[in-house]
């Protein structure tokens, strides 16, 4: 069986880097700079974008964010009026229900502060490791590898990783990514894989990085 060959991987993070420019963000991203990367706008985007298309979040984000910025001022908001304004996104309301639970923690054990580390970001209600790592990289400029479906997809395309699930990918990459593009590596990747390499029927003729790629799992 074919092997990556990590002497690539300084030539795809280059190539995608510039072809990324092209593309919209991904909206954490856009969320990130709008909010000058504020770790509670980013967390409250993160959990609204699970299981959701950018369009969607991006547009309950303003909505949200337009009625409270702040734990403080997201607390006197009613669940009902959040389920109001974030809708539709995925689950909206167990998500409703997530974000106000996490800002009375952030108010009553943290001083209305986002806590930089990981494990304590995992233990807020609705937060699993894509959003915890997503927050200590946008909102903390900390380290992290932040891995959704299209870092997962892409990691296994390229043959970096052969990983069955998201969890399994970023253990794996935590290994194998050189610590100077673990906190780009998921902008990079999303961008691309919106637009590029599809979950289905990817564009392989169109793809600047396809002379490194493996194309495993690829027909």
């Known amino acids: 069986m074919a092997k990556f060959d990590l002497k690539n991987l300084d030539k795809i993070i280059r190539i995608l880097r510039k072809e990324t420019i092209r593309y919209r963000k991904p ?29 969607v ?13 702040t734990p403080e001022e997201m607390v006197e908001l009613s669940t009902r009026d959040i389920e109001k304004v ?8 167990i998500k409703a229900k997530n974000i106000k ?35 200590l990289t946008e909102g903390f ?25 998201p969890q399994e990918t ?10 100077k593009y673990w906190k780009e590596f998921n902008y990079l990747l999303v961008t691309y894989g919106q637009n590029i390499c599809k979950p289905i029927k990817p564009l392989c003729s169109l793809c600047k990085i396809f002379p490194y790629c493996l194309r495993m799992g690829v027909k």
């Open 141 to 165: 400029n900390k380290l992290g590898i932040c891995v959704d479906t299209h870092v997962h997809r892409i990691s296994n395309r390229l043959g970096l990783v052969r990983t069955k699930n």
């Open 57 to 69: 979040t991006a547009q309950a984000t303003r909505r949200l964010f337009h009625l409270a910025k």
């Open 27 to 55: 909206v954490i991203s856009f969320v990130a700079d709008y909010s000058k990367n504020d770790p509670f706008l980013i967390l409250i985007s993160c959990i609204l974008s699970l299981r959701t298309q950018d369009k």
């Open 101 to 135: 639970r996490i800002c009375k923690i952030l108010i009553e054990k943290f001083g209305g502060r986002v806590p930089d580390d990981l494990d304590t970001l995992l233990s807020l209600p609705g937060v699993g490791r894509k959003t915890a790592n997503l927050v």
């Open 170 to 179: 970023e253990f794996s990459l935590r290994k194998n990514l050189p610590k």
């Open 86 to 93: 974030i809708y539709p996104v995925g689950f909206y309301r």
